[in-house]
Each structure stands twice: as structure tokens, then as C-alpha cells.
């Protein structure tokens, strides 16, 4: 079984609190064999699963069934509800139960959705619990060796040459290909990779979604979905997609909505701040299964999108910033694809090349623009150049090598 103590650290960080924590993330990321890996660590553990028919007898018969369990000793049990959300009130069950039982317990509750933000499911659980995200496998967790975030934030291209080339290389590819999701990723095997892909999404859109929402064109959904890929890393219009499936405006900006709900997607707004002529509205998609993408170059560039999407997600839970992903765009049709920011404040833009080690022009005038260090990432291997633009720098390297080091919670 992998291990991930990224997610560890993070669960230890945020359970001291005694609120309920809210796994959420894509389906088959890991979340149920991570929490049950969790739930090992605590003498007193029960573990429920509201799509096996006895735990939901269970639950039925007595809403309060944790307190039934076969202790070791006096300490607080953990309580694992997995799939809680397909519960038609879930949310005032878990009000319930946390303010009848907090303190005497942890609750951990998981799920293939973004739970913090549904919307259906009764009263709000405002106050009452903490959010976390679990993701498929990325470079950074994988690798041994990571900068802390204090230093990153310090002088981001720093050189922080802490892991195997070879090594990071390897994993790199791997996850190029496999994508992160641990199965497909740890068969390695391009038939079996076929097989999941082509049922994932569908089981999700015609099981997980069509469960929640009383859709009734699911098939033009798995349409839009399958146009997706080819649109990666580009700023989407919704009006052309509107126009090609035939549907409204409103209906595709709701489906991509649900999409990113469920972790089909996630997306990249605009950065607009001191930028001239900039594009406010067009958001870019990108993957989480990233094999989904079959060209390489936006293929390529879907990898590193979320592998700063997740180290972003991971840093603001456990509360070290603000952090945010944007990408910069004007209406010339310059663009640099990705910039962190940090309570508003840009600390660093990325830029993504497939063969060009050339650094990009568009990158050097936001560079100018914004007053920020800059990296181009680029795919071939053995690159590392410093290049001076006035008193900054960009730093030109292998993709691998800088993303093997970003921190993580574990680092």
C-alpha cells in the first residue's frame, strides 16, 4: 500500500481541532484506503460505508450506531462515514452528531465530491467542520526530498537539487502516461489504463451525478466531457461549446459546474492586477485523470497544472497561506500559463514548454509587468539556465527536477 504523508500530516494538523473532517476528492483517488489506513492508528475505530447494504441497515436501525462498538480502551474512537453525502440528510446528520457527541469522538467523513460545497442536504455545517482534499498521485508526493515552504516562498528558484535525476525522471513519465490515480499508476499497463479510463467518467456521470441531479440529457454531458481533453490548457468558450452540442449557454457553464463538483476538472481563472489589456472571463480546464489528454504538449502541461493545484490545495488547508493558481492572458493573445499568488500578491510565474528551452517573450513582458521571478518548465532533460531579465531572473530547467522538490506537507 502507498503511503502518503502529505495527507497524514495534514489529517494530524487539522484533527486537533475536533471538528469533522471532510475528505473529499476524485473517485479511486485513495481517500477509503487512506482513511482506513487512518483508522489503524486508533485502538477504537469503526468504519462505515453507506453503499454496503449492512451499514446502512445498520445506520437505519440506530443513526447512533458508533457507540455500540467493541472498545480497547477509554480513548476517543475515530469514526470513519464513507459515501455519508448519498444520504438524503446528510448534512443535518452530521450537525447531529457533532454537537451531541464533539469531544468524545473524531468523525472523518469521505467522499468523491466537493462536500464542503454541495448543495443539497439540508442545514450547513457552518462551524463545524474542516475541509481536506486528497488527490491522485503527484511528483511531489512521490519524491523524498522537498524544499520547506518558508524557503520556496523565499527565493522560488532556488536551486534544490535533493532528488535522483534518474529517479524523478522515471516517476515523471510514469505519471505522463499512467496518470496519478494509484491503479493505473501502480499496473502501469496501457490496456488495463484503456479499460479504467474509458469507464471512469462514465460511472461517474451516470452513477454519481445522475444520483444528485435530475438530469435528463446525459448524453449530450458525456459529449461535452469528450470534447474536453482537446480544448486542455486552452481558455474555454462557452458559447462555442453551447454552439457545437446544440444546448444553451447556461446548461453547459452548469455541467462544467457539476464537473468540477465531482473532480472530472478543475479549472484557471484569469489574473487581471496591473496587467494591460488583460481577458477577464475565460477560464482554462484541465484534467485530473491526466491521461485523458492525449496530445502531448497540452498533456504535458495538465501534469503541471496539477501538480501546483494540489501543492496550492494542500498549503491552504493546513493554513501556511492564501494561495491561488491563475494564468495571464491579453487581448495581443500573449499568455504565461501559470501564476501563484499569495494573499493577492503574485510571488511567482510558470510557464510550460514541450521542446522550446528558447525563454518565452510573453513571459519576459509579465515578468516585467508584475516584478516576479519566473520559471519555464520544459520537458527536455539536463536543462538548467538562469537567464537575467534586468534585476530579475528566470530560470529555465526540466520540469522534473524543479517539481520534484515543490514542498509538500511532509517536507
Not at 449492512?54 to 480502551?73: H, N, T, V, Y
Not at 493558481?325 to 501563484?340: P, Q, S
Request: glycine letters at 6%; hydrophobic letters at 40%; charged letters at 25%.
Amino acid at each position: 500500500m502507498l503511503k502518503r504523508p502529505c495527507y497524514q500530516y495534514l489529517w494530524e494538523t487539522l484533527s486537533k481541532d475536533r471538528k469533522i473532517i471532510l475528505i473529499s476528492g476524485p473517485r479511486q483517488s485513495g481517500k477509503t484506503t487512506f482513511s482506513q489506513s487512518l483508522g489503524e492508528r486508533f485502538p477504537n475505530n469503526i468504519y462505515f460505508n453507506w453503499d454496503a447494504p449492512s451499514s446502512k441497515k445498520m445506520f437505519l436501525r440506530d443513526p447512533a450506531f458508533f457507540e455500540k462498538m467493541d472498545r480497547k480502551d477509554d480513548s476517543a474512537p475515530l469514526v470513519i462515514l464513507d459515501e455519508i453525502h448519498k444520504y438524503k440528510r446528510w448534512k443535518n446528520y452530521l450537525k447531529g452528531i457533532y454537537d451531541e457527541f464533539k469531544g468524545r469522538y473524531h468523525f472523518l467523513v469521505t467522499g468523491s465530491g466537493r462536500l464542503d460545497l454541495w448543495e443539497k442536504g439540508g442545514e450547513a455545517l457552518t462551524g463545524r467542520y474542516m475541509p481536506m482534499n486528497l488527490f491522485p498521485l503527484t511528483l511531489s508526493e512521490l519524491s523524498k526530498n522537498k524544499r520547506n515552504l518558508a524557503d520556496f516562498k523565499k527565493n522560488p528558484l532556488r536551486d534544490f537539487d535533493g532528488n535522483p535525476v534518474s529517479q524523478t525522471k522515471d516517476i515523471w513519465n510514469q505519471l505522463l502516461k499512467f496518470g496519478g490515480f494509484p491503479e493505473p499508476f501502480v499496473k502501469s499497463k496501457e490496456d488495463f489504463l484503456t479499460r479504467w479510463s474509458e469507464s471512469y467518467a462514465r460511472q461517474i456521470i451516470r452513477d454519481d451525478i445522475r444520483s444528485v441531479f435530475d438530469l435528463k440529457d446525459i448524453a449530450n454531458m458525456e459529449l461535452l466531457y469528450a470534447l474536453l481533453p482537446s480544448k486542455s490548457g486552452s481558455p474555454i468558450s462557452l458559447n462555442n461549446i453551447a454552439q457545437d452540442l446544440g444546448v444553451a449557454f447556461d446548461t453547459v457553464k452548469n455541467w462544467l459546474r457539476i464537473f468540477d463538483l465531482f473532480y472530472l476538472v478543475f479549472s484557471v481563472s484569469t489574473w487581471t492586477p496591473k496587467i494591460s489589456r488583460s481577458i477577464l472571463k475565460e477560464k482554462k480546464l484541465y484534467f485530473f485523470n491526466v491521461p485523458e489528454v492525449e496530445e502531448e504538449g497540452p498533456r504535458f502541461e495538465n501534469l503541471i497544472a496539477l501538480e501546483l493545484h494540489k501543492s496550492i490545495a494542500l498549503w491552504n488547508q493546513a493554513g501556511l497561506g492564501q494561495f491561488k493558481l491563475h494564468y495571464l492572458r491579453n487581448k495581443d493573445g500573449e499568455e504565461a500559463d501559470f501564476l501563484i499568488a499569495n494573499k493577492n500578491v503574485p510571488i511567482l510565474l510558470v510557464e510550460t514548454k514541450w521542446n522550446d528551452e528558447n525563454v518565452s517573450k510573453s513571459l519576459i513582458r509579465f515578468q516585467n509587468q508584475l516584478q516576479v521571478p519566473a520559471a519555464q518548465l520544459v520537458k527536455k532533460e539536463g536543462i538548467f539556465r538562469r537567464i537575467k531579465n534586468g534585476d530579475l531572473e528566470i530560470l529555465v530547467v526540466t520540469a522534473h527536477r524543479w517539481l520534484s522538490s515543490l514542498p509538500d506537507l511532509s517536507s
